[in-house]
C-alpha cells in the first residue's frame, strides 16, 4: 500500500526534459488515487448512517445522485476529448469539411487546415490529407460545462438535442451514456418507489393503533 501511495503521489513533472510544452502526461500518474474513492465512499456513508441515524432508503438515494454526478463528469470528459481528437485527426478536406464535431457546432473551437491546403482544393477527388489546428474559442471551464451539462441530459433524459455526436466516436460514448444512465435511473427510481411503500406501510400501521 505505501509503495502504491507513493508511485501515485510522486511528482513526475520533475523528470520532464526542459522545455516541455505540455506536463499533464507527468501528471497521469495521479489517476491512480482513483482507487480509493470507493473506499472514502463507503466509509463517509458509514459515518452518516451511523453517526447521523440517518435511514439506510434516502441514504442511498444520495449515493444514486453522487455516482451519478462522478458517472457524468468521467462522460463528460470522454466526450470532449472524443471531438478534440476527432478534430485534430489527418483526414482528405472534403471529407472534414462534411464532418463536423459536436464543439464546432456549439462554437467552442474551430478547426483550420494548416498544411495540403492546395491537395485539399482538389475537391471531393483529392484524397490528400492534411493537418489540422484547433483554436479554441472559449475558455476551458465553459467547454468542460457545456460537456457536462451534455451528459447530465443525456443520462438523465433521452437529451434535449441542443448538443448531439457528430463523428462515430462521439457516438459510441453517447451510446455507453445512455446505457448507464439508464441503469442508475432504473436504480434511483426502484428506491424511490420502496420509500414511499415504507412511508405508507408505517402510516398505514400508525393509523390502525
Known amino acids: 500500500m505505501f509503495a502504491y501511495n507513493l508511485v501515485a503521489t510522486f511528482p513526475l513533472e520533475i523528470l520532464a526534459p526542459p522545455g516541455t510544452r505540455s506536463l499533464a502526461p507527468y501528471k497521469l500518474n495521479r489517476l491512480a488515487r482513483l482507487r480509493d474513492a470507493p473506499r472514502c465512499v463507503r466509509l463517509v456513508f458509514a459515518l452518516l448512517e451511523h453517526n447521523a441515524k440517518m435511514e439506510i432508503g434516502p441514504l442511498r438515494m444520495w449515493l444514486f ?24 485527426e489527418d483526414r482528405a478536406w472534403a471529407r472534414r469539411r462534411a464532418e463536423t464535431t459536436w464543439g464546432e457546432e456549439d462554437m467552442l473551437w474551430v478547426t483550420e487546415l494548416v498544411a495540403g491546403a492546395a491537395n485539399a482544393t482538389r475537391g471531393a477527388a483529392g484524397a490528400a490529407a492534411g493537418s489540422y489546428k484547433v483554436h479554441r474559442l472559449r475558455s476551458v471551464v465553459h467547454c468542460y460545462c457545456r460537456a457536462y451539462y451534455w451528459a447530465l441530459v443525456t443520462m438523465i433524459t433521452t437529451g434535449f438535442g441542443d448538443i448531439c455526436p457528430h463523428t462515430r466516436s462521439e457516438t459510441v460514448v453517447c451510446i455507453l451514456s445512455m446505457y448507464v444512465g439508464m441503469s442508475i435511473s432504473c436504480a434511483a427510481i426502484a428506491n424511490l418507489t420502496l420509500l414511499v411503500m415504507s412511508g405508507n406501510a408505517s402510516n398505514m400501521a400508525h393509523r390502525d393503533k
Open 65 to 88: 445522485f453522487l455516482v451519478m454526478a462522478v458517472a457524468a463528469h468521467w462522460f463528460a470528459c470522454f466526450f470532449f476529448l472524443a471531438a478534440r481528437l476527432d478534430a485534430k
